[in-house]
């Protein structure tokens, strides 16, 4: 494995405490960066940022990504503990179970929406003021190959994700001359706790449609994240990286 510069760099990781979030922080670490883990689960957090302690320095916030005084306090006890923010990974998301758009509740519909697209929102809008402030940022969205193709049983998590990459493509845009870039990948599915809350036809669909047969590996989305939140990256903004094993090829 090489190893990423990130030598003195703060990453924030929503979604730090289990999945790809926790394999991108491991890498993180490896990479001489520090790392703030965001979660909401509050034991869970604890638990990844104290084993995760053994390879570097760690702080754990446990945040509610949709409220934004939640997001905001996040923000200020991350600058405490770290003095600043350089890099923000906004992995943090549900898939809100499976069903036709017409038989999902608009309840879940919503709560789909909130996290996966009003939360990295709320989070950019909160750290990138703090990264305009030094003159350097990178900000990586988690989308997903649904985003770009709409999953069939999945329109909320399909919709949230395809908002996230024009999030990304705007914001890349207004900040293409600060030395702040922004950038998304498109996984498709790892096999993660979140395959929790799918159904198996619903995971036996997204394996058929993977030319490589099998499913992401999470060590191997941060391989790339991390190339995306280094200074190597210097001439990619508002773009949408390929993490699908050969799925999509757009």
């Known amino acids: 494995m090489n190893r990423i510069d990130l030598e003195g760099r703060v990453v924030v990781i ?8 926790y394999a991108v922080a491991q890498r993180a670490l490896k990479s001489g960066a520090s790392v703030a883990l965001w979660d909401i689960d509050q034991e869970r957090l604890s638990r990844s940022a104290q084993e995760l302690s053994e390879l570097g320095k760690v702080s754990g916030v446990a945040v509610e990504l ?18 600043k923010i350089d890099v923000l990974v906004n992995c943090a998301g549900i898939t809100g179970g499976n069903g036709t ?18 939360g990295p929102y709320l989070t950019c809008r909160a750290v990138v003021p703090e990264m305009l402030k030094q003159g350097y940022g990178r900000i990586v969205n988690i989308a997903s190959v649904a985003g770009k193709e709409g999953n ?16 990304t493509k705007s914001l890349g845009k ?37 030319p490589m047969n099998r499913f992401l590996l999470p060590e191997e989305a941060a391989s790339l994240i991390l190339w995306l939140s280094s200074e190597d990256c210097a001439f990619s903004t508002g773009s949408v990286f390929d993490l699908s094993g050969g799925r999509a090829t757009y």
């Not at 939640?70 to 405490?80: F, G, L, Y």
């Open 66 to 83: 949709t409220q934004e005084a939640s997001v905001n306090d996040a923000v200020a006890q991350t600058i405490a503990a770290h003095g």
């Open 101 to 118: 758009t017409w038989e999902l509740e608009p309840d879940m519909w919503r709560r789909v929406i909130d996290v996966n697209l009003i």
């Open 14 to 21: 929503t979604g730090g405490a289990r999945g790809i979030g």
């Open 174 to 210: 207004e900040l293409a001359t600060k030395n702040i870039l922004v950038n998304a990948v498109t996984p498709a599915a790892a096999k993660t706790e979140i395959f929790d809350s799918m159904s198996q036809q619903h995971i036996d669909y997204m394996l058929a449609k993977i």
């Open 152 to 167: 069939p049983n999945a329109s909320h998590y399909s919709a949230s994700k395809a908002g996230l990459i024009g999030l």
